[in-house]
Structure formats: C-alpha cells, structure tokens
C-alpha cells in the first residue's frame, strides 16, 4: 500500500488515526497534531489528554530522548500531575514507588514514594529527569 499523501510514492508502513503514511508523511500528520494540542495549552492550564498521549508517543517510538531516568508514556500520559509550559517545552511530576523498605522503628513493610521532577524541551525532543522530593499527604499518588 501506498502512502495516503497526494503524489507521495513510499509505501505506507505507519498508521496514523487509521490511515497509513510513509514515515517522512507520518512525522508530518504527529507533529501538525501536536502543535495544535501544544498551541491549545494555555497558561494556568493542565494540558489536554490528547497532548499527554501525543508526548507519549513521542517517547514510546523513541522521537523524544529520555535521559538522566526512565519513564514511559504511559507513566506520563496516566500518572503525571502538576504540568507547568514554559516556552521551550514543559514540567511536571510524578509520584513513584522505588520499592518498599523496614522501618527500624516500624517492622511492618511500607510503601515508599518519592515524588520526580521531570523537563521537557520540545525542541530539543529531550525528556529529563531533574530532581526528586519527599511524597508529603498534598501530593497525588495515582
Ligand atoms: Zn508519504
């Protein structure tokens, strides 16, 4: 099958919102949606579902950089909270879950949640880790 684009000859290997492109017309169509749902965030504004799966796509095939941690778009697009655009891209947190540990003082097992900072720089495609703070009762635990 043949990319949906007029005039465009590559065989069509991705599928976009049930169409199928050629990967050079399937970047195209992701990134016109994304800056549409980019350009619809306004200040003071948590952003749109559809903008938290698009950047999870984006990380999931690997069009973003993940450095200095792990997350996965799913983690961003279900778990993420406390979104913050700035120019260049965005901010936001997470709580996690780095394992449970014994409390000397308390010998039963408890959760234990760090709540991570996370950076995003849409043009430089980079998604990365910036800092981790105690989870405090104020914070989600999604
Ligand atoms: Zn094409």
């Given at each position: 099958m043949k990319c949906l684009i007029?005039?465009?000859?590559?065989?069509?290997?991705?599928?976009?919102?049930?169409?199928?492109?050629?990967?050079?017309?399937?970047?195209?169509?992701?990134?016109?949606?994304?800056?549409?749902?980019?350009?619809?965030?306004?200040?003071?504004?948590?952003?749109?579902?559809?903008?938290?799966?698009?950047?999870?796509?984006?990380?999931?095939?690997?069009?973003?950089?993940?450095?200095?941690g792990s997350i996965t778009g799913a983690r961003l697009h279900d778990r993420a909270y406390n979104f913050l655009k700035d120019d260049a891209g965005f901010t936001f947190e997470i709580t996690r879950h780095p394992g449970a540990f014994k409390d000397d003082f308390n010998p039963s097992y408890e959760v234990r949640r760090i709540v991570q900072k996370w950076k995003v720089s849409i043009k430089d495609g980079i998604a990365e880790f910036i800092e981790d703070r105690p989870w405090t009762i104020d914070d989600p635990d999604p």
């Amino acid at each position: 099958m043949k990319c949906l684009i007029d005039d465009c000859q590559e065989d069509a290997g991705q599928l976009w919102k049930g169409k199928s492109y050629c990967a050079t017309h399937y970047d195209e169509v992701m990134s016109k949606d994304f800056e549409k749902e980019w350009s619809c965030w306004g200040d003071n504004m948590q952003p749109s579902h559809r903008f938290l799966y698009l950047c999870g796509r984006y990380i999931n095939e690997c069009k973003w950089k993940v450095i200095n941690g792990s997350i996965t778009g799913a983690r961003l697009h279900d778990r993420a909270y406390n979104f913050l655009k700035d120019d260049a891209g965005f901010t936001f947190e997470i709580t996690r879950h780095p394992g449970a540990f014994k409390d000397d003082f308390n010998p039963s097992y408890e959760v234990r949640r760090i709540v991570q900072k996370w950076k995003v720089s849409i043009k430089d495609g980079i998604a990365e880790f910036i800092e981790d703070r105690p989870w405090t009762i104020d914070d989600p635990d999604p």
